[in-house]
């Protein structure tokens, strides 16, 4: 049973960046897909940013393009996600997660499982 434990989450101003770290233990991810969600406090969980088992095909929610990043070190059995341009929105528990299902829905959280226990970004305006 493959255990995901994310890090790096934390408090900063409007503007700055975090990176946060999923490491895997139990498994190796290098076979699958993986994403990043994230939940804020009275809202559902929401897509963040997928990236296929050999990190050559991304994608990403409309609300953090261009300002996150996700990549994979597949001999480290980790996944990140960079996140620059950090605005008051985005704070929320961040979520990563195996994607068992399909590619075709990366974007629903029934494709994933295995989910981390979460870490929270908090960002100041």
């Known amino acids: 049973q493959v255990q995901l434990v994310e890090s790096g989450g934390g408090l900063v101003q409007a503007g700055g960046s975090l990176r946060l770290s999923c490491a895997a233990s139990?498994?190796?991810?290098?076979?699958?897909?993986m994403g990043w969600f994230r939940q804020a406090p009275g809202k559902e969980r929401e897509f963040v940013a997928t990236i296929n088992w050999n990190g050559g095909s991304t994608n990403y929610a409309d609300s953090v393009k261009g300002r996150f990043t996700i990549s994979r070190d597949n001999d480290k059995n980790t996944v990140y996600l960079q996140m620059n341009s950090l605005k008051f929105e985005d704070t929320a528990v961040y979520y990563c997660?195996?994607?068992?299902?399909?590619?075709?829905?990366?974007?629903?959280?029934?494709?994933?499982?295995?989910w981390g226990q979460g870490t929270q970004v908090t960002v100041s305006s």
């Open positions: 997660a195996i994607r068992y299902g399909s590619s075709i829905w990366y974007a629903n959280s029934a494709s994933y499982g295995s």
């Open positions: 139990g498994g190796t991810l290098s076979s699958y897909g």
